[in-house]
């Protein structure tokens, strides 16, 4: 990513350049923050969201999200094979497991999309990518295209 703007059409929305001048349209964490908070306060449910209800809901939801792949077996990436109503239901769970991960790290004070940035950085220091080599690269490329460090 290389640069983002408010999307003024669409509030909560952000446009991002990505590295290969494509431009994208996301959510921030925040927009979610936002929302799930004055989701709660409208609602009065403010004194139900303490950080151990929301661990609990949100395992709850990671179960119903591995409802949905229960029993299938290994599935292709992308789901080809899978009807539209059941994607929509995956992205109903997903959206559920965020929303509860998102209203935690609220409540406990954490910034998650600092934190999750940082342990990325920290999993690159413990997992440091292999140097490309010609060698290597020639072996993992699909078409077999020998590149070089110019590329
Ligand atoms: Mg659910």
């Given at each position: ?6 999307n003024?059409?669409k509030?909560?929305?952000v446009?991002v350049?990505?590295?290969?001048g494509?431009e994208k ?7 979610l923050?936002?929302k799930?908070d004055d989701?709660?306060?409208?609602r ?8 151990r209800?929301l ?6 939801e990671?179960g ?6 229960q029993?299938?077996?290994e ?5 080809p094979?899978?009807?539209?109503e ?6 109903e769970?997903l959206s ?6 998102v209203?935690?790290s609220?409540v406990?004070?954490?910034?998650l ?12 220091i413990?997992?440091p990518?292999?140097?490309q080599?010609?060698?290597c ?9 020998k590149?070089t460090?110019?590329?």
């Amino acid at each position: 990513m290389t640069a983002t703007c408010t999307n003024l059409d669409k509030p909560g929305f952000v446009c991002v350049k990505m590295d290969m001048g494509e431009e994208k349209e996301v959510v921030s964490l925040g927009t979610l923050s936002k929302k799930m908070d004055d989701f709660a306060k409208a609602r009065d449910w403010e004194k139900y969201h303490s950080p151990r209800n929301l661990l609990l809901a949100m395992v709850g939801e990671v179960g119903e999200l591995s409802e949905i792949f229960q029993w299938r077996g290994e599935v292709e990436r992308g789901l080809p094979d899978w009807k539209e109503e059941d994607k929509v239901h995956l992205g109903e769970e997903l959206s559920d497991v965020l929303l509860y991960l998102v209203r935690l790290s609220d409540v406990c004070g954490v910034d998650l999309g600092k934190a999750a940035l940082r342990k990325l950085e920290l999993n690159a220091i413990k997992y440091p990518a292999p140097k490309q080599t010609d060698h290597c690269v020639g072996e993992h490329s699909s078409d077999n295209t020998k590149l070089t460090e110019d590329n």
